[in-house]
């Protein structure tokens, strides 16, 4: 059973940083692309950046320049760093993975990220 766990996120300054981790555990497949979605109050989950298994990347244009996604296939991890955070990056950020095999999207809990001053 593949389960995903996310750490990092927590209350943080506008301009400053903050570093999301998320694992990914059981059976892992070869194949899959893996990356973080934030959801904010009242509004729909969006994808925030992914990154396929070769190490190809996607950004929302929102983010682009600020955040930088990467995954270590070895250890089945991947980690979103955020830099000049700004208020509107407020929101619950999901790791998410798609298995490419099974055609079978994975979630982890969810991590509250918080951008006030």
């Known amino acids: 059973q593949v389960q995903v766990v996310e750490s990092g996120g927590g209350l943080v300054q506008p301009g400053g940083s903050l570093r999301l981790s998320c694992t990914v555990s059981?059976?892992?497949?070869?194949?899959?692309?893996m990356g973080w979605y934030r959801q904010a109050p009242g509004d729909e989950r969006e994808l925030v950046a992914d990154i396929t298994s070769g190490g190809t990347t996607n950004y929302a244009s929102s983010v682009k320049g600020r955040f930088t996604i990467s995954r270590d296939n070895a250890k089945n991890t991947v980690s979103l760093q955020m830099n000049s955070l700004k208020a509107e990056d407020t929101a619950v950020y999901y790791c998410?993975?798609?298995?490419?095999?099974?055609?079978?999207?994975?979630w982890g809990q969810g991590a509250q990220v918080t951008v006030s001053s």
């Open positions: 059981g059976s892992t497949p070869s194949r899959t692309d």
């Open positions: 998410h993975m798609f298995d490419y095999h099974y055609n079978t999207h994975y």
